[in-house]
């Protein structure tokens, strides 16, 4: 059940969104107000004026979000996240009330849509997952994807798995040209980039061949796991309907050492009660693009480069879940 502040919260974004669930065509968010994403200054200075803030400076939000540390006249120490494009708030927003019972991700307190602001808990000590320890990092990552896919995504439109993997792919690809030029290697990502095509046909396959669709987290790296004082949390969501173990590979695949992908989301998978190959799959997958990280000719996980997962037939890796 949806408790307190965020009873509001989420009828504000189901009830708005109620005519758009009822189509399959690919859907977008509702329009919000007309906010340049580049005028922060005005959007931060809406949030401190309707929440009653003080001391706002920034913190390092990745590049989809400008976020600010803050304090509510009283004490309370909170984060603002103005989303960028802000219209993208209401996904996160209605994402966070879906999993506000289940103490796995950060508290949503309250909205702003008409600047795309989210108004949040400061985790604390909000330190990342660290590197170093994979056995510890699998039980974290498996411990917090198994809470959030349990919970119940609610009436919102979210889009799917499906449905947003252009948009994924482009952005691989975007982050493949700039490392080219930032680096000055024309090369780099080539092992990347062959595999982009068996990695659609893949995602295509895993979306096809899923009978327990969940709200996935869609971004669930180490800066967006962030230690509490009673665990950790899930920060940041990119959250859309889709097969669990895309969650699974999507942290396998970012985080270090690449050597490991495939073992690593084999892992998760096992602790979750899901289904390793699938899960090897969803690694191969996140992790094509991050091939150019891999020393030439070195092993991933037992599988040379010419042998990722990817090349496989679909149909005998995706058994169909259930």
């Not at 660290?130 to 609610?154: C, F, I, W």
């Not at 690809?173 to 046909?201: C, F, M, S, V």
């Not at 992908?261 to 899901?274: C, F, K, P, Y």
Request: hydrophobic share 45%.
């Amino acid at each position: 059940m949806t408790r307190g502040p965020l009873k509001a919260i989420h009828r504000q974004v189901t009830g708005r969104n109620r005519a758009a669930s009822r189509s399959r065509a690919p859907r977008a968010v509702l329009d919000c107000d007309d906010v340049a994403v580049d005028d922060v200054a005005r959007r931060l200075r809406a949030c401190e004026l309707r929440w009653n803030l003080e001391g706002a400076h920034g913190l390092d939000g990745g590049c989809s979000a400008d976020v600010f540390a803050a304090a509510r006249v009283g004490g309370d120490e909170v984060v603002v996240k103005l989303v960028n494009p802000p219209e993208q708030a209401h996904a996160e927003a209605a994402a966070l009330a879906a999993w506000v019972d289940t103490g796995s991700a950060v508290r949503l307190i309250d909205t702003d849509f008409a600047v795309g602001a989210l108004l949040l808990e400061r985790v604390r000590p909000g330190t990342p997952l660290p590197v170093g320890n994979d056995e510890e990092a699998s039980e974290v990552a498996a411990g917090l994807l198994a809470s959030l896919h349990r919970a119940a995504p609610g009436a919102f439109p979210f889009a799917t798995l499906a449905e947003v993997y252009p948009t994924l792919e482009a952005r691989a690809l975007d982050d493949i040209r700039l490392e080219r030029r930032a680096r000055g290697e024309p090369e780099r990502g080539n092992a990347g980039l062959i595999r982009l095509g068996a990695a659609k046909a893949t995602a295509m396959a895993l979306c096809a061949t899923t009978d327990r669709p969940v709200l996935l987290h869609g971004d669930f790296v180490d800066k967006n796991i962030l230690r509490a004082r009673d665990g950790y949390l899930a920060v940041d969501p990119s959250p859309r309907i889709g097969d669990p173990h895309s969650d699974v590979g999507f942290f396998a695949a970012y985080h270090p050492p690449a050597a490991a992908i495939l073992q690593r989301a084999s892992t998760i998978a096992e602790l979750m009660g899901l289904d390793g190959g699938r899960a090897t799959v969803g690694g191969g997958l996140n992790g094509a693009p991050k091939l150019s990280g891999v020393a030439r000719g070195s092993t991933v996980a037992g599988h040379r480069p010419g042998e990722w997962p990817l090349q496989r037939a679909p149909d005998r890796a995706l058994k169909r879940t259930g």
